[in-house]
């Protein structure tokens, strides 16, 4: 800011700093007007059974979509969960399993729904997040997991954003047990801790 100050009177400085402000305000008013104009987010689930991904999203929807038959399946078991008027699509992949073969096989089906929805390159159909959920319950993370996701980051990462989310947190003991437990395998990727439920223990509950 001082330096601003102090070459005020440099007419050619002045005009640079104008237009750096120019375009920033038309860069500013591009980035709102795509955000005006994408009317729903398309965002990928993926996760072992039982790590949380149906109690997700019921809450996401604040409904039990999970538990009927709205889900449409678009590929290879890969289902499609969207409520009418609902700025939002998940994409729920079958669960995560340790077999190798099953695996492979969940990746060659993400990665064909990925290619599929991006390749009009229309951003308004693009998966625009992928969300990989990990129970806190199981007090551990296997390495079978943590090689997926690295196999995800590493083909998706610079193009869609990837997010570790953390259900069924329900005290601070188990949450930062495992966080720390996936920080130490050094996954550039942000982990976000949630309740998606109400749990009940005897007299008290946790949100």
């Known amino acids: 800011m001082n330096y601003l100050i102090e070459n005020n009177n440099d ?5 640079r700093w104008q237009a750096f402000g120019d375009t920033c305000i038309i860069a500013g008013e591009k980035v709102f007007n795509i955000q005006q104009k994408l009317k729903k987010l398309y965002i ?3 996760g072992k059974t039982g790590s949380g991904k149906s109690t997700l999203i019921n ?3 604040r409904g ?10 678009v ?6 969960h969207t409520k009418e008027n609902y700025p939002l699509t998940i994409y729920d992949t079958p669960g995560l399993e340790l077999d190798g073969k099953q695996q492979g096989e969940l990746f060659k089906n993400i990665s064909n729904l990925i290619e599929e929805t991006s390749k ?6 693009y998966i625009h997040y992928i969300w990989y959920v990990i129970s806190c319950a199981t007090n ?12 995800l980051s590493n083909n998706y990462l610079n193009k869609i954003p990837i997010i570790i989310v953390l259900t069924q947190c329900y005290n601070r003991y188990d949450k930062e047990k495992m966080i720390n437990s996936i920080r130490s395998y050094n ?3 942000p982990i976000i801790p949630v309740v998606a439920e109400d749990k009940n223990f005897d007299q008290f509950v946790i949100k």
Not at 64 to 73: H, M, P, R
Not at 75 to 80: C, R
């Open 59 to 61: 809450n996401v929807f």
């Open 140 to 151: 551990r993370v296997e390495k079978s997991e943590i090689d997926f996701i690295k196999k």
């Open 11 to 15: 007419e050619d400085q002045s005009k």
């Open 75 to 80: 590929t290879h078991n890969i289902e499609a």
């Open 120 to 125: 009009d390159q229309d951003p308004f159909k």
């Open 187 to 189: 996954l550039d990727i």
């Open 64 to 73: 039990n979509l999970a538990e009927t038959d709205i889900g449409k399946s």
């Open 44 to 46: 990928m689930l993926i």
